[in-house]
T-cell receptor
């Protein structure tokens, strides 16, 4: 059982839709991350939050908008996505910024 | 930037066989992590290594942090069907964005009963 919970597990959305992915960690960790996993590519770090402050934005398009209201919750707001944005989106957390990360089960996103 | 080369890309083995996979980096890392990912799930941390030369076991899994700090390997002994999945190495380097874990592309393991 993972201490990092992501919802929804699956999401299909049109290119004009607006949706949000949610992540919640029950581990008391201080850092949270969003990763994108596409087929045959390494995990790509998208955003990093450390003590609720965004510390990293790896050149992610503005159609992805993160929000971290507290150390336990992380959101990824999606709008006007493209089909190539279809992927598995993984949330992770770590006790200390930069150390071993624990992942959620991911949200399988399909953009149609 | 830092890159990780993970090999092999895939392995097809018979149940009971031992497995070995490795990762090499173009630069020095101060942490190596090994994850396993089952289909439709997120990666699960298997082993974490923090010191050069460190050898750590977790059941049938053994991983080592290379002396040069640029490589790591993972061994699985006496494989079983539930070992099937994708294994990822991840490393954290010095300098730059210290919070970034760099991931390998994964080794897909298939075990034939």
């Amino acid at each position: 059982e993972t201490g990092v919970t992501q919802t929804p597990r699956h999401l299909v959305m049109g290119m004009t839709n607006k949706k949000s992915l949610k992540c919640e960690q029950h581990l008391g960790h201080n850092a949270m991350y969003w990763y994108k996993q596409s087929a045959k590519k390494p995990l790509e770090l998208m955003f990093v939050y450390n003590f609720k402050e965004q510390t990293e934005n790896n050149s992610v398009p503005s159609r992805f908008s993160p929000e971290c209201p507290n150390s336990s919750h992380l959101f990824l707001h999606l709008h006007t996505l493209q089909p190539e944005d279809s992927a598995l989106y993984l949330c992770a957390s770590s006790q200390v910024f930069g150390l071993e990360a624990f992942f959620g089960q991911g949200t399988r996103l399909t953009v149609v | 930037g830092q890159q990780l080369n993970q090999s092999p890309q895939s392995m097809f083995i018979q149940e009971g066989e031992d497995v070995s996979m490795n990762c090499t980096s173009s630069s020095i890392f101060n942490t190596w992590l090994w994850y396993k990912q089952d289909p439709g799930e997120g990666p699960v941390l298997l082993i974490a290594l923090y010191k050069a030369g460190e050898l750590t076991s977790n059941g049938r899994l053994t991983a080592q942090f290379g002396i040069t700090r640029k490589d790591s390997f993972l061994n699985i002994s006496a494989s079983i069907p539930s070992d099937v999945g994708i294994y990822f190495c991840a490393g954290q380097g010095y300098g730059g964005s210290q919070g970034n874990l760099i991931f390998g592309k994964g080794t897909k393991l298939s075990v034939k009963p």
